[in-house]
Each structure stands twice: as C-alpha cells, then as structure tokens.
C-alpha cells in the first residue's frame, strides 16, 4: 500500500501533518520517510513520531529513539521496550541508569534478575 499526505499548515519548512507508507518510485523511495511535527510513516522523524523506525521527543515504533522511546527497540531518556536503553528503562530488557526489568542491568535496577553494573 502506497500513501503519501502532507498538511499545507507548515512550521517554518517543516509540514505539522506528514504520513508516508510504501514505495515511491517517483522520488526513488523504498520506504515511506515522513517529516513533520506530527510524522507517521514507515521512516517517521518529527516532534510525534510513529513508524516502523521512529526518532522524535516522542517515538513509537519497531525501532524508536526519542526523549521518550516507546517499541520492540527503544532508545531515550525514558525507553519503555522489548529492549529498552536509557536513562529510565522498562521492559524485557532494561538498560539504564534507573532500569525495570525480567533482566535489568544499570547501576539502580529492579527486576526478575538485577545486576547492578558498574559495580
């Protein structure tokens, strides 16, 4: 499936709506890259960023790096995850320097298995 929609309301350059999913053999595209404020895509970057990959102060997808990273692989300051990496971690998986987890690895963590490193 092949949508692309850009909102006319724009913040400097930058459109406050972009959605794109599929390829785009026009501009030579494979994936779907949506930027805007509010991104979602198969490659999302914005403000809010939903998508297969997804960077932004707020990003939801497979693969997420953000402030706040939310997804199977999540990079952030606050990374909730299957792997979650960050300051404050949750998930499967938790790395960071306050991480919860069945396995959490960080100088605080709290989980099913804790190790406290650096030790």
Partial sequence: MRYRYQSTATVGDIPVVSI???PDL???QLRGRAVGVIAVGDVAVGIIAVGAIAAGVI???GLSLGVIGVGGLALGLV???GLA???VAVG???VG???LGGL???PYPQGGVAIRWPG
Avoid: E, P, W
């Fill in 20 to 22: 794109a999913f599929g």
């Fill in 26 to 28: 026009q501009s030579q």
């Fill in 59 to 61: 990003a939801i997808g």
């Fill in 79 to 81: 990374a909730l995850g």
């Fill in 85 to 87: 990496i960050g300051g």
């Fill in 92 to 94: 499967g998986l938790a």
């Fill in 97 to 99: 320097l306050r991480a």
């Fill in 104 to 106: 959490a690895i960080g």
